[in-house]
Nanobody
Framework: QVQLVESGGGLVQAGGSLRLSCAAS????????MGWFRQAPGKEREFVGA????????IYADSVKGRCTISRDNAKNTVYLQMNSLKPEDTAVYYC????????????????WGQGTQVTVSS
């Protein structure tokens, strides 16, 4: 099994930045692609972005493209989400995900999910 623990969430003013981290532990040799989803109150879970195992392919949702950067450090089994120019509509619980496959998917069918970290953007 793989455990994912997110950190870095919090309260920030509109226009500010946050960097989320997600550390994987356990059977990390089975971790391939990693990424992020988010869920705002009363809304469906939404794909934010994902990175393949090598880091050579990264995709973003249109809603965050140009404002967010995903990266990973395989030596630390950690994936990051740098968010800039935050907007109130970015307020959500952000979930880290990991998959056994090395290839990215935008659907929510990832093998492993973290517990989530709250990001609140005030106007």
């Amino acid at each position: 099994q793989v455990q994912l623990v997110e950190s870095g969430g919090g309260l920030v003013q509109a226009g500010g930045s946050l960097r989320l981290s997600c550390a994987a532990s356990g059977r990390t040799s089975s971790v391939g692609a990693m990424g992020w989803f988010r869920q705002a109150p009363g809304k469906e879970r939404e794909f934010v972005g994902a990175i393949n195992w090598s880091g050579g392919t990264i995709i973003y949702a249109d809603s965050v493209k140009g404002r967010c950067t995903i990266s990973r450090d395989n030596a630390k089994n950690t994936v990051y989400l740098q968010m800039n120019s935050l907007k109130p509509e970015d307020t959500a619980v952000y979930y880290c995900v990991a998959d056994k496959s090395r290839f990215i998917r935008t659907s929510s069918r990832y093998d492993y999910w973290g517990q989530g970290t709250q990001v609140t953007v005030s106007s």
